[in-house]
């Protein structure tokens, strides 16, 4: 009573683009409960996808596939499908009429290819693709096995498994009980630091309590599992407690919170705003202000001021400054949060410079040597912090712009 996750795709192999569907897949079985205990990744090969398919069949009870539903020759998943049970393709109408309707909406021409999607196996259902040309299907070609099949592209897939698949699981009878989860993000605890603060809760059995890291973040999740929905929602409840108890101020959010949606908030409470001025991040911190939905009443704009030519005419960073410190210096990071402060109106200026590399670094600035600082109603300061050369220029760049992030954070907090 398991599933399993198979994806099709000769770039996947080649590692042209990072395989998130699977990743996605997997929380999203968790999420519901279904047990879930391979993965495969398969060429655009006929035969050898014909071998997979018919090798799941006799170990899952359903198999779900992403990618390999396009228009093109490569696109080979239906067909290879269909062949591994030895069953003609046959042609829905309905689906041809919504392909043309749909290409026409958008201004494009329907090319004869374009109907290889109206091809399902004989007795298959059309699992519908609300926002592509590509739909899925879902078909039992033996007894004992369903196959879900899915566009490669994210958005379609996923638009695909709320409106369809997840109902569709809920009542396949495959959930092992209903699962609940929460992650828990930190900034500024190391992952081995927390996990050995968490050692026993990571022994649990129910909840379960998992360490992940990332660029600078450390996340728990904690997963439970009970009969009932609520049930297990309130059984992630203690052990959440235990937690932020034991952490403090570094479990800065949970979910799909992010470090900058976390301080618009706190800015948005206090009726307060904030402006950036960045050198070596290039925009990288007003990025990720930005990319947070209804940013714009809180976050007022910046500067990205590379050059010291354009700190000293947009910033307003004095000259002798530039001189006598540098431009990666306590004093320079403070001149430029103060002037993003003053050219915008807002009531926080962050800054950031620093030396991101590979080149360009010295024995006195080394590359990975960040300075920021934070402006604000009652006064300004600035600190260097070095995050070494070991993981490269856009991982300096990364963490440079969730550090200042976070010292804002504690700041407002």
Not at 137 to 160: D, H, N, Q, R, Y
Not at 295 to 303: C, I, R
Not at 328 to 348: F, H, Y
Request: hydrophobic share 45%; net charge neutral.
């Amino acid at each position: 009573m398991t599933a399993e996750v198979l994806c099709v795709g000769s770039e996947l192999l080649l590692g042209n683009i990072t395989n998130g569907n699977a990743r996605w897949i997997a929380e999203q079985l968790a999420a519901l409960g279904v047990p879930h205990q391979r993965q495969m990744v398969v060429g655009d090969n006929r035969e050898r996808l014909m071998a997979e398919v018919r090798q799941a069949a006799g170990r899952c009870r359903v198999l779900i596939t992403t990618g390999g539903l396009g228009p093109t020759p490569d696109d080979l998943t239906t067909e290879a499908i269909a062949a591994a049970f030895e069953t003609p393709l046959v042609e829905h109408p309905e689906i041809w009429a919504e392909i043309q309707a749909r290409l026409s909406a958008r201004g494009r021409i329907c090319s004869p290819s374009n109907r290889r999607q109206a091809f399902l196996p004989k007795g298959a259902a059309v699992l519908p693709n609300p926002t592509g040309t590509a739909p899925g299907m879902i078909w039992s070609p033996v007894p004992g096995f369903t196959v879900l099949t899915f566009p490669g592209v994210p958005s379609e897939m996923k638009a695909m498994w709320q409106q369809t698949a997840a109902p569709w699981l809920r009542q396949s009878g495959l959930a092992a009980g209903v699962f609940a989860s929460r992650m828990l993000r930190f900034w500024g605890v190391s992952e081995s630091a927390l996990a050995e603060e968490m050692a026993d809760l990571l022994e649990q059995a129910n909840p379960t309590v998992a360490p992940y890291a990332g660029a600078g973040e450390v996340k728990l999740r904690i997963t439970a599992r009970a009969e009932h929905q609520a049930d297990a929602e309130a059984l992630l409840l203690p052990v959440e407690r235990e937690i932020r108890r034991r952490t403090g101020q570094s479990c800065f959010g949970v979910d799909e919170q992010s470090l900058a949606e976390v301080v618009l908030q706190q800015l948005r409470q206090r009726g307060q705003t904030v402006a950036v001025a960045e050198s070596c991040t290039g925009g990288g911190l007003g990025a990720a202000l930005a990319a947070v939905p209804g940013a714009s009443d809180v976050f007022l704009g910046g500067v990205i001021a590379y050059a010291n030519g354009v700190k000293q005419g947009l910033l307003g960073v004095p000259a002798e400054l530039l001189q006598a410190h540098g431009a990666v210096s306590d004093p320079v990071a403070q001149s430029m949060a103060e002037g993003a402060r003053r050219v915008t109106g807002a009531d926080w200026g962050l800054a950031i410079t620093g030396v991101a590399g590979p080149g360009g670094g010295s024995d006195e600035k080394p590359v990975g040597l960040v300075h920021l600082a934070i402006a604000g109603p009652d006064g300004c300061s600035s600190e260097g912090v070095r995050f070494g050369t070991s993981r490269g220029r856009t991982w300096i760049q990364t963490l440079s712009a969730g550090e200042a992030l976070n010292r804002l954070r504690l700041q407002l907090a």
